[in-house]
């Protein structure tokens, strides 16, 4: 049984897609466990998250548009490899800039949450 190169970048594409839903519902099952009972580590993860997921929506956003025409002159095959391995880059950028310069927005989003939740600090202020 031999495999070619369009069976072989459908599966790849499949993959990709089913990872992209994967981690969308891993971030909302992340965020729906969250409660006033919540530790603020549990909380402060749970924003990194979302900002990283966030950040990567918007980079392979840009990443599409500046490679649109690209597309159209190679091989679909070569360009779901392609993509799938800028896909795996783009996450981890996203990571690497909200680690980097991300915190202010973080910060935010978690102040935002924890009030939301009614989580309180470790001395027992909110």
């Known amino acids: 049984m ?3 190169v369009d ?3 459908a599966m790849i594409d499949t993959t990709r897609n089913s990872a992209a839903v994967n981690s969308a519902a891993s971030l909302k099952t992340s965020a729906n466990g969250l409660s006033s009972e919540s530790t603020e ?3 402060m993860t749970v924003c990194k998250d979302f900002a990283s997921y ?3 929506e918007v980079l392979k956003e840009v990443k599409e548009n ?3 025409n690209e597309d159209e002159e190679e091989d679909s095959s ?3 490899l392609k ?3 800028m896909d795996s880059a783009i996450e981890l950028i996203a990571d690497e800039i909200v680690d980097q310069s991300g915190s202010s927005f973080t910060q ?3 102040e935002q949450m924890k009030r939301n939740y009614g989580i309180t600090d470790s001395d027992g202020t909110e």
Do not use: C, N
């Open 78 to 80: 070569i360009g779901t």
């Open 7 to 9: 069976s072989i970048a």
């Open 83 to 85: 993509d799938f391995h």
């Open 41 to 43: 580590e549990e909380l």
């Open 66 to 68: 500046m490679t649109l």
């Open 2 to 4: 031999s495999m070619g």
């Open 54 to 56: 966030f950040v990567e």
């Open 108 to 110: 935010q989003l978690f």
